[in-house]
Nanobody, 121 residues
């Protein structure tokens, strides 16, 4: 399997912005996206995108604050996170697969190692 490598996490104040990146080495997928998991909590779907960029899939807690995009030439996906809140604190995981776009995001095949996002009040 081709690794997915996340970067861009960090510690910020509430209201700040961060941009996460996910690089897929030498492979094209049908879709990519982001999950997050806070300590002691279940994983949560954040946002996803079809490879073409034509379809966006939003998790309700972040719609309107987070924006996803893909640079197809670089096989790199970006998550722009604005107006961050303490409840956004979690490990963020890049995910990808080649499944049909209607497939559940919770069945995605490939996971990155995660990057920590911490938002202080």
């Amino acid at each position: 399997q081709v690794p997915l490598v996340e970067s861009g996490g960090g510690l910020v104040q509430a209201g700040a912005s961060l941009r996460l990146s996910c690089a897929a080495s030498g492979r094209t997928f049908s879709r990519m996206g982001w999950f997050r998991q806070a300590p002691g909590k279940e994983r949560e779907f954040v946002i996803g995108i079809s490879w073409s960029g034509a379809s966006i899939y939003y998790g309700d807690p972040v719609k309107g604050r987070f924006t996803i995009s893909i640079d197809n030439a670089k096989n790199t996906m970006y998550l722009q996170m604005n107006a961050l809140k303490p409840e956004d604190t979690a490990v963020y995981y890049c995910v990808a697969d080649s499944a049909a776009l209607g497939s559940s995001w919770f069945r995605v095949d490939h996971w990155g190692q995660g990057t920590q996002v911490t938002v202080s009040s």
